[in-house]
């Protein structure tokens, strides 16, 4: 599975909007937010952004899929 990427996020005042490709994914605000940024200037901000936004399961969907386990 690749790295996630295309997203942004901008400060705007105490807020943290991100974006996916330039649209709006979600916006952080008070302690998330804070904690957004400390977080974001330690580690991968694109699989940050990825897991607060809910868009970090691409591309094992189909495997999963057709497991046994899964199959009606």
Do not use: C, W
């Amino acid at each position: 599975m690749g790295s996630p990427g295309g997203f942004e996020f901008r400060v705007r005042g105490e807020d943290v909007v991100i974006t996916h490709h330039g649209k709006p994914a979600t916006v952080l605000r008070g302690r998330r937010a804070a904690e957004f940024l400390d977080d974001a200037q330690r580690g991968d901000a694109q699989e940050l952004m990825a897991r607060v936004t809910g868009n970090y399961r691409r591309g094992n969907e189909r495997t999963a899929k057709q497991h046994p386990r899964n199959r009606a």
